[in-house]
């Protein structure tokens, strides 16, 4: 691994001086004993330098740190759509009573439906007796044709995506953060993390019982990165023996290090031209219970499927069908015999009741009720067609697309990244990783238009190297930041924007300047600025004071 982080964290196009040797360990002082350090700053810097890693090199990063590198939230609505729909076009005879069922519903038109033990099942009855085909008034209420289905296939998916996908907790407002460990690992463990889990709503029972194959990447797959910055760590002090220590550049100039601006500073390659899950067993399941429809007119929403988990067939049928009602308008089909006279009509009011009204004796009616009553209630007794009881439904599919193609994903990448560029900051650090030793605080010169200001910066979490994906040491300081006082009570450090940084403690210092930190161990020392050797230098004397 070493080599490639070598010419990715030298930046390789030029020879880098070398690196100072490493100085014999010190002891930790003593309260009251005083040491001095010089410490450094050179500089290298490069401009648009472009970072390669293909994903062999990415298979050999810490899988901890792959797993922080956040390139996109990919919203799950195509892929709901693409498992339902594979789950309709499916070879019925390779499936259970149950999950046929499923897809009978799924399937179901006007022309295909069946009516027989529902409230509307008179409607059979009737529409033979006048001559018309039920289909026909069926379509007319539902404004579709006959041969069209009944839930309209984007509606259910939405419906399905948040009620079953974004009410889980690694799903949150139904869309799936994609990290570059994900893409290099295959999606490893997603079943895992869909897998039933304990929520507010109720226990959760689990979006994906079981995967494997989800091909997005390829084998080509590589991320390169235009950077630019100065490649070599800055100089800094361990406090508690006031030994040097170097502090990893890229860490600190991460809100300058990459120009979102030029349209080339981010490319994602390899990625497969239609990603696909090669196996995936979904589970849907029901309420134990019949959902009732709304008791009276008065109360559009008053079926118990919308009291039921949000995740139950019930509960997500009778949401798709309340939404699919929405598009439809107010109207009134009559039926007529040869004779011209009205035998019947199917009204569909403002509020989406629904009144079939008969004339001349021809038969009774099907009872007034909301349109999504009468689709729930109709999609129930078809789920169950056959079962002894409402039963939990689980299918095995094969080659289900991801709902996105490379062109989209690399392009939903680049956006969000350029966004938040920080999300690389975990890549960048390890790929650069040039840090030692065990520093509380580093330097900085900063040019000015002026000459040089000199700034001390106290070391933050994202400071700490991680060589193995953990942190080397604990972020343990009791105070952070530099201090007028022994006590450590009168801060004098900000976090205010300095060259980029906002996150860290940092203070301009002059000769003769006299401060105060304390390291991660509890002890404070006294920092006395004492010379200034050259433009890129400052000199220290430190004593612990207790």
């Known amino acids: 691994m070493r080599p490639i982080l070598l010419v990715l964290g030298a930046w390789a196009c030029a020879p880098l001086p070398p690196p100072p040797e490493e100085p014999a360990p010190l002891q930790p002082l003593a309260v009251g004993e005083q040491r001095a350090i010089e410490l450094h700053t050179f500089r290298f810097d490069?401009?648009?330098?472009?970072?390669?890693?293909?994903?062999?090199?990415?298979?050999?990063?810490?899988?901890?740190?792959?797993?922080e590198v956040a390139l996109l939230d990919l919203p799950l609505d195509g892929l709901v759509a693409g498992l339902l729909e594979r789950i309709a076009t499916t070879d019925p005879s390779t499936l259970d009573p149950a999950a046929r069922n499923l897809?009978?519903?799924?399937?179901?038109?006007?022309?295909?439906?069946?009516?027989?033990g529902t409230s509307a099942a008179s409607l059979e009855a009737l529409s033979g007796s006048v001559g018309i085909p039920i289909a026909k008034p069926l379509a007319d209420l539902f404004q579709i044709e006959v041969g069209d289905r009944l839930l309209p296939p984007e509606v259910l998916a939405d419906a399905v995506t948040d009620g079953l996908v974004a009410t889980h907790p690694s799903a949150a407002g139904g869309v799936l953060p994609i990290t570059v460990q994900d893409l290099v690992s295959d999606f490893e463990g997603l079943a895992e993390r869909f897998g039933p889990v304990a929520t507010p709503e109720g226990d959760h029972p689990g979006v994906l019982a079981a995967v494997s194959g989800v091909r997005a990447a390829t084998e080509d797959f590589g991320v390169a990165l235009k950077a630019s910055a100065n490649a070599l760590p800055y100089s800094g002090v361990d406090l508690t023996a006031a030994s040097p220590g170097r502090v990893a550049g890229i860490a600190a100039q991460i809100d300058t290090l990459f120009d979102t601006t030029d349209p080339s500073w981010l490319r994602i390659e390899g990625l497969q031209p239609?990603?696909?899950?090669?196996?995936?067993?979904?589970?849907?399941?029901?309420?134990p219970t019949t959902a009732l429809p709304?008791?009276?007119?008065?109360?559009?929403?008053?079926?118990?499927?919308?009291?039921?988990a949000p995740w139950t067939l019930e509960r997500m049928v009778a949401v798709a069908a309340t939404e699919a009602a929405s598009e439809l308008q107010p109207a009134t089909v009559a039926y007529q015999l040869g004779t011209g006279a009205t035998?019947?009509?199917?009204?569909?009011a403002e509020d989406r009741w629904t009144t079939f009204s008969t004339f001349a004796d021809v038969g009774e009616p099907p009872p007034p009720a909301f349109l999504w009553d009468l689709v729930l209630e109709i999609a129930q007794v078809r789920l169950n067609e056959g079962l002894a009881a409402p039963s939990d439904i689980e299918l095995r599919l094969s080659n289900v697309p991801l709902g996105f193609d490379a062109e989209t994903l690399s392009e939903l990448a680049s956006a969000a990244l350029a966004a938040d560029p920080r999300a690389l900051q975990p890549l960048a650090e390890i790929v650069t990783a040039n840090g030692s030793g065990a520093p509380d605080l580093?330097?900085?010169?900063?040019?000015?238009?002026?000459g040089v200001e000199d700034w001390l910066f106290f070391v933050a979490p994202d400071d700490i190297p991680r060589p193995d994906g953990t942190p080397e040491r604990p972020y343990a300081y009791g105070t952070v930041g530099f201090f007028s006082d022994a006590a450590l009570t009168q801060k004098v450090s900000t976090t205010e924007e300095i060259s980029g940084d906002t996150l860290r403690e940092k203070v301009r210092v002059q000769v003769g300047d006299v401060l105060y930190a304390g390291d991660d161990e509890g002890a404070a020392f006294e920092l006395q600025v004492t010379d200034k050797p050259s433009r890129n230098r400052l000199a220290l004397a430190i004593t612990r004071v207790q």
């Not at 709304?294 to 039921?308: I, Q």
């Not at 580093?442 to 002026?450: E, G, K, S, V």
Request: hydrophobic residues 45%; proline residues 8%; glycine residues 4%.
């Open 274 to 287: 239609e990603p696909f899950i090669e196996s995936v067993t979904v589970r849907l399941t029901q309420d």
């Open 294 to 308: 709304s008791p009276g007119r008065d109360n559009p929403l008053g079926s118990t499927a919308f009291g039921m």
């Open 343 to 348: 035998v019947f009509s199917v009204e569909l």
């Open 46 to 67: 490069v401009e648009d330098y472009e970072l390669v890693l293909g994903i062999d090199d990415l298979r050999a990063l810490p899988a901890e740190i792959l797993a």
């Open 103 to 116: 897809q009978t519903l799924l399937l179901a038109t006007p022309d295909s439906i069946s009516l027989e």
């Open 442 to 450: 580093f330097y900085r010169p900063l040019a000015t238009a002026d």
